[in-house]
Each structure stands twice: as structure tokens, then as C-alpha cells.
């Protein structure tokens, strides 16, 4: 059913975990589909500075869901890595989809389900930035 | 990376053919091929071969040859049984006389779906819901049947969770009420997870309709019984010859009901034996999950004589069904899940809502189910593999 790089990431994510004290955390699913999924984010530079340099210094996963979902909850935090919040927020779950070597069509939401996730941390910090400013 | 000693443990989603079955059942390809319709010898042949296997399918269910009809599977047998009663009776009635079926919420789809599909055409379906220990209360039964009900159908033996419904109390219940009503009601039972296990004898289950499969039964796939007793007005859904008493159209699969006849026949002799043996290993491996993994919850009745021997249905919190079946997969190790993950309709299994089970005890639930090889050394390798496979995913989750 899944391709030898989805298997990959499902069976040695890189990413999972927490970051202690993270700028921002973003979170998508529901129990009725089964994924749950949050994204923990560091921001650099975390404080001060037009939003437009900001870059994601680093990024982990926590997912309870079935293997598309921890391949692409890992494939999301490898593309947004270093990347600056404009290009992280441009990331489709098609980049995600197609990193993984395309998910079977079934799957697909697994790949829409991290974008959401990026989407709401960083959609979050942007806030939080606006509110202390 | 295919390891050489795998394990199956997903018995209940198919057996493999034994080996005395594909031998009976190797000369109806290329040596006794003949049409068993033909009246030479060679279609002789093949029509003797077809008798011998009703006479052991009978002998099994305990009832006359005529009464037993060979279908491509469990599903149609399933799909003869509602649609073909409901076609022949619909015939009967008069204009505006309404047909009525029971069944449960927890029959495998084929009954369900085709329950479903008849609802559509101005069916009453009334779907009963099943306790904690997924099995239908008699009581609730009663309450539904009305003067219009044509037909009860519920199953035997649950293929999730493995609970015994009480098909002797029900054909009981139904005869009864048959004494003193008007139009009778017909009972139907699918017996396909049932037939290793426990008493399929069709007078003391009272049932009208009862249906099996061969590849449940260490016999091979694309072949299906379907009982139905003298009296009971079945119409065709296939027509076009007169094969199985007018019945069933099409050219005999004369090989696998073959298989179908041999694989009933062995049944009978092992039953009690192998139920012990399989018990015994099903019960290590309950005793062993729920001791090894912290949150982990067996699903379904605690009383044995309620629970088929061959399965078991575990929940783990935090994780989710798909990755643990995967997991396990990867360690060359077969099992099945009721997660949504693995279903087109991207829900969590009907039978374990009906339970009442959250959507997330659903999503993360692992079907186990042992057969006539399952050994000790394979449950004991498989207590070792999957609290490792729980605490990785817990890990990735987060929970």
C-alpha cells in the first residue's frame, strides 16, 4: 500500500517530539478521523524584527495516527526546517505529497492534515507578534 | 525484507487451504473436468463429485442435501438469503403489505450493506444495538418484532471482537412466536466465524437460513454455503440455469466445493480438540497483552463462554490501529484493526461504535485472531514484539 519512502519516515521519523519552550505550537485532526497531530516551533529570531526574516530554526512532531500520518507529520517538519515563515506558509500538501513519493489517494488528508498544522502555529505566532507590538 | 518465520495471526480474515483439501480437490482442474450438467460420464464425474460434498456439508449442518446450496462465496450466500426471501415473499403479499427485517448493528457488512441497499426500496429495517459485550439482548428482539416481520437476520460469531450471539435462544424466541402468528418470520444466520467453533447443527439453532464460507474454514476462496430449510421461498438472484436446485445459475465450481465439502468434513472430526488447544493460546495472549502494555483494554465480553475461541480485540490508548498492524507487519507479523485508516469511508468500525467504544478507542484498536497452527512460540514472540511496537508509537504520539 505505501511506498519504501513513506515506510521510511513512518519507521524513522527524524522529527518527533517536543521542544522545550517552543515560540509557537500549531495543532490539526480530530478524533473522529483518528489524527491528532501538534508541531512544536523556534523561531529565529524569536523576538523583535520584521516578520519577514523570521525562520523556522527548528520543528518537531507529536502524532497519534496511522503510518501517512507520522510519514507526512515528518516530511512537513524536514521541507519547513530553516525555511522563513512566508515560504513555510506557502508549503501545499502536495509538496508534501509529492516528497513522499505521492500518498495513495485515501491518504491525501494526511498530507492536508500537517499543512494545517503549520498553517495554525504559524498563523498563531503572527498573532501573538501583532498583540505584543 | 521479508522475514522467513512470519507470523499469521489474522486467521479471521482467512485461512490457508489444508493440505488434505488441495489434495481432494487437485483432480477438478484438469482431469475430472467435465460439466457436471452434461449427462456423459464425464459430467457424471464431476456431479458425483458435487453430491459427495453436499452429502458432507449436510451431514455437518445436520440436514437433507436439498436443502443445502453451494454459492461464489459468504457474501452472496448472505445476499441469496435477504434479497431472495424478500423477493419471493414481496411476490406473495398483497398491494400495501409491508415487509420487515431485524437484524443487528454489528453484522458484517455483507448483511448490513444489503440491509442498507433494501432500505432504499421502502424496506423496515430495524438494526438492534448490542451491549458492552457486543451482544444482542433477546429482549430487544422481542420488542421489535411486529406482525409485518418477514425475517430476522443476525449473526453467529462477531468477526471483530469474536462475541457468540445467542442463536439458540433466538430460533427458540422466533419458533414460538411463529406458533401464533399470522405470516411466519424466517431466521437467518451467518454463520461463516462460527462454523470451527461451535454447534452449527441447524435444528438445534432453529434457523431457517444459515450461511457459510469456505475459506474461513481452512478450504478455498470464491466458494460459499447458504442452508435454507424446506419450506423457506427463496427466489434466484442469478438466473440462468438450472444449477443448485434453480437457484444459483452458472456452472459449478466443482473444485472448490469440493474443497467446501472436504474442509466441513474435517471440521467435525477436530472441533473439540483444536478449540481447547486455541483457547489455551488465545487466553496466553490476553493474559499477556493486558499485563505487558500499560492502557491497553480487551474488547468485548470477560465471559468465555460468550467469546469465540479464535479472536481477540485490544484497544491501546494513545496510538492509533493502522500504525500498530504496519508495525507489526514490518516484524513479520499479520493482524487486523478496525481503525478508520483502513476503511474507504475514513470511519472507525461500525461494530466497535455499536459497543460503545469512543472514536478514539476505535481508531486505535488491534484485531488478533489465531487459528488451527497457531503455536505457543509464535504468541510468545508476538508478547515480546508488540510492547516494543506500543512504546514506539507512544512515543510518536506523544501520549
Known sequence: MYNKKVIQHFSHPKFFGKIKNPDVVGTAGNPRCGDLLTLYLKIDPPDGGPAGGKKIKDIKFETLGCAAAIAASDMICELAKGKTLEQALNLSFQDVSSALGVLPPLKIHCAQLVTEALRDAIGKYSKYKEKKL | ?399
Open chain 2, 1 to 399: 525484507m521479508t522475514p522467513k518465520n512470519r507470523i499469521y495471526l489474522d486467521y479471521a480474515a482467512t485461512t490457508p487451504v489444508d493440505k488434505k483439501v488441495f489434495k481432494a480437490m487437485g483432480p477438478y482442474f484438469s482431469q475430472t473436468y467435465g460439466n457436471p450438467s452434461s449427462i456423459h460420464s464425464w459430467g457424471e464425474e464431476a456431479q458425483a463429485a458435487i453430491d459427495k460434498a453436499r452429502d458432507q456439508v449436510a451431514k455437518f449442518l445436520n440436514c437433507k442435501l436439498s436443502e443445502i446450496v453451494f454459492t461464489g462465496s459468504a457474501s452472496e450466500s448472505d445476499n441469496l438469503a435477504i434479497r431472495g426471501l424478500i423477493k419471493a415473499l414481496k411476490r406473495r403479499k398483497q398491494e400495501g403489505e409491508k415487509v420487515h427485517i431485524i437484524t443487528s448493528s454489528i453484522e458484517h457488512k455483507a448483511v448490513l450493506e444489503t440491509c442498507h441497499d433494501l432500505e432504499k426500496d421502502g424496506i423496515k429495517i430495524t438494526y438492534l444495538p448490542v451491549g458492552k459485550d457486543g451482544i444482542v439482548d433477546i429482549a430487544d428482539l422481542k420488542a421489535e418484532i411486529n406482525p409485518e416481520t418477514d425475517l430476522v437476520s443476525i449473526m453467529y460469531v462477531n468477526n471483530e471482537m469474536g462475541a457468540i450471539q445467542p442463536i439458540e435462544k433466538i430460533g427458540r424466541l422466533i419458533s414460538e412466536i411463529n406458533q401464533t402468528k399470522k405470516h411466519r418470520i424466517f431466521f437467518h444466520a451467518d454463520a461463516v466465524q462460527a462454523a470451527n467453533w461451535v454447534n452449527c447443527k441447524v435444528d438445534d439453532l432453529k434457523v431457517d437460513l444459515l450461511t457459510l464460507s469456505g475459506h474461513k474454514i481452512y478450504g478455498p476462496k470464491g466458494v460459499g454455503v447458504l442452508y435454507i430449510r424446506q419450506g423457506t421461498p427463496i427466489s434466484p438472484l442469478i438466473t440462468g440455469g438450472d444449477q443448485e436446485w434453480g437457484l444459483r445459475a452458472g456452472t459449478e465450481n466443482v473444485a472448490n466445493i469440493v474443497g467446501m465439502g472436504a474442509a466441513i468434513s474435517q471440521i467435525s472430526n477436530s472441533k473439540f480438540l483444536i478449540s481447547k488447544k486455541v483457547k489455551k493460546l488465545r487466553d496466553k495472549l490476553v493474559k499477556g497483552v493486558l499485563t505487558k502494555i500499560p492502557g491497553s483494554n480487551l474488547t468485548g465480553s470477560e465471559k468465555p463462554e460468550e467469546r469465540a475461541p479464535h479472536i481477540a480485540n485490544f484497544s491501546f490508548l494513545g496510538i492509533e490501529g493502522e500504525a500498530i498492524m504496519l508495525s507489526l507487519d514490518q516484524e513479520g507479523i499479520a493482524a487486523s484493526t478496525g481503525s478508520a485508516c483502513t476503511s474507504r469511508a475514513l470511519l472507525p468500525s461500525h461494530v466497535l461504535m455499536a459497543m460503545g467504544l469512543s472514536e478514539l478507542e476505535a481508531h486505535s484498536s488491534l484485531r488478533v485472531s489465531l487459528g488451527r497452527y497457531t503455536t505457543a512460540k509464535e504468541i510468545d514472540i508476538f508478547l515480546k514484539t508488540l510492547p516494543r511496537v506500543v512504546e514506539r508509537l507512544r512515543k510518536i504520539s506523544g501520549r
